[in-house]
């Protein structure tokens, strides 16, 4: 069974930094977008960022534009969620996501579309 696990997270102040990781347990992850997702208590999962499978291209909600970076490893199991100048309203689970369709153009911001998830990590901001 195909999994995405996930580690980082944890309790940081505002203005702080956290590294988020997520491994595929199979390589043919290497052919699909990955992305990280969030979910604050009573809200909605949001898109946050992606990475597309063929390198390079990246995408990011615009609200952590400037502050949050995505990086994926050469074999492209592993994609790595650094949030920096964290702050309150970045609390929430975080979801690492892979695209269901390989190979695709572009990133979907779609939940649907994406069919493989971590188990979330939390991620708490105190003021």
């Known amino acids: 069974q195909v999994q995405l696990v996930e580690s980082g997270g944890g309790l940081v102040q505002a203005g702080g930094s956290l590294r988020l990781a997520c491994t595929a347990s199979?390589?043919?992850?290497?052919?699909?977008?990955m992305a990280w997702f969030r979910q604050a208590p009573g809200q909605e999962r949001e898109f946050v960022a992606a990475?597309?499978?063929?390198?390079?291209?990246?995408y990011f909600l615009d609200s952590v534009k400037g502050r949050f970076t995505i990086s994926r490893n050469t074999a492209k199991t592993t994609v790595v969620l650094q949030m920096n100048s964290l702050k309150p309203e970045d609390t929430a689970v975080y979801y690492c996501?892979?695209?269901?369709?390989?190979?695709?153009?572009?990133?979907?911001?779609?939940?649907?579309?994406?069919?493989?998830w971590g188990q979330g990590t939390q991620v708490t901001v105190s003021s």
């Open positions: 990475y597309t499978w063929s390198g390079g291209i990246t």
């Open positions: 996501a892979a695209d269901t369709l390989p190979l695709r153009n572009g990133v979907s911001e779609s939940l649907g579309e994406y069919d493989y």
């Open positions: 199979d390589r043919t992850f290497s052919r699909h977008n």
